[in-house]
């Protein structure tokens, strides 16, 4: 297990493979999915796995876990991903449990991505986007350096879309 970043009160790693059931039951919470793409059990299984056999590759760019720090209990996932057809922007999403809402982790663990994304110095900039009801990502993505830049059409969705240059 490879620890991607970390803050005071964090841990972002890489999942282990006996993880599964922990990342599966993140997202039994329709709180928790109320704001993220809608995926089967078995399409989340398939991302699952993907990224344990990409944990060889690069260290930039991911899905991994969130553990506080203190206790290894888990809070979330969080991913960079690349974004669009350049190699040069990725994309920066989470989810944290219901429980873990409201606690600055969200944009402590932002902060923390941004950080990792640019210390790939191919990396020029690192963009998000949400729903439009998701008002306190949207702060968070603020507070994590990243300015509003209009809006993004994604499917048939028209999300807002963030956005920082290193």
Same mark, same amino acid.
């Given at each position: 297990?490879?620890?991607?970043?970390?803050?005071?009160?964090?841990?972002?790693?890489?999942?282990?493979?006996?993880?599964?059931?922990?990342?599966?039951?993140?997202?039994?919470?329709?709180?928790?999915?109320?704001?993220?793409?809608?995926?089967?059990?078995?399409?989340?299984?398939?991302?699952?796995?993907?990224?344990?056999?990409?944990?060889?590759?690069?260290?930039?760019?991911?899905?991994?876990?969130?553990?506080?720090?203190?206790?290894?209990?888990?809070?979330?996932?969080?991913?960079?991903?690349?974004?669009? #057809?350049?190699?040069?922007?990725?994309?920066?999403?989470?989810?944290?449990?219901?429980?873990?809402?409201?606690?600055?982790?969200?944009?402590?663990?932002?902060? @923390?991505?941004?950080?990792?994304?640019?210390?790939?110095?191919?990396?020029?900039?690192?963009?998000?986007?949400?729903?439009?009801?998701?008002?306190?990502?949207?702060?968070?993505?603020?507070? @994590?350096?990243?300015?509003?830049?209009?809006?993004?059409?994604?499917?048939?969705? #028209?999300?807002?879309?963030?956005?920082?240059?290193?």
């Amino acid at each position: 297990m490879t620890i991607i970043t970390q803050t005071p009160r964090i841990i972002i790693r890489e999942f282990l493979p006996d993880e599964l059931e922990t990342y599966l039951n993140h997202f039994n919470d329709e709180r928790v999915i109320e704001h993220i793409p809608k995926r089967t059990r078995d399409e989340r299984i398939t991302i699952f796995n993907i990224a344990l056999s990409e944990y060889t590759g690069s260290k930039t760019k991911g899905i991994w876990g969130m553990f506080y720090a203190d206790s290894d209990e888990f809070i979330g996932s969080c991913l960079l991903r690349p974004f669009g #057809d350049t190699s040069d922007k990725l994309e920066l999403g989470y989810s944290l449990d219901h429980k873990d809402w409201g606690k600055g982790l969200a944009s402590e663990m932002a902060k @923390a991505m941004v950080n990792h994304g640019f210390f790939d110095s191919a990396i020029t900039e690192i963009v998000a986007c949400t729903t439009v009801e998701n008002i306190p990502s949207q702060r968070v993505l603020e507070n @994590a350096g990243l300015k509003r830049d209009g809006n993004l059409l994604r499917g048939e969705l #028209d999300l807002p879309f963030f956005s920082l240059k290193r």
